[in-house]
């Protein structure tokens, strides 16, 4: 099987047994869509009916989710460039609402800006006199 996805081009990912979170961005999207309300429970009758109900999914998941690590815009927006946009706007709007009723806000409004990179495990960096103890 190892040969045969080298051959395809795909390169393996050994998550270590019995934890789920080695990658929490998958078991994210299985969550997302075990939890729709269209989510089949009971297998497909054919394969053909499995690809219509994975294409309708990722067509929903990509534009017209809203994705929270993505401060609500769908993946479209972001890699469209309209993301920066609707942020903005949505900034505006918390903003205009803050000065009109200070009173209902104890402190900054929402954090509206994107990460320029997201990574599933980030490299940890060691302080140099940490590195000389080990």
Known sequence: ???????????????????????????SLFRTCKYRPDYPRQAFGSVDEARAWTQRFVRWYNHEHKHSGLKFVTPTQRHSGLAPAVLAHREAVYAEAKARTPARWSGPTRDWSLADEVWLNPERIVPAELKQVA
Not at 7 to 22: E, I, K, T
């Open 1 to 27: 099987m190892l040969a045969t996805l080298e051959n395809l081009g795909v390169v393996a990912s050994f998550s270590r047994p019995r934890v789920s979170n080695d990658n929490p961005f998958a078991e």
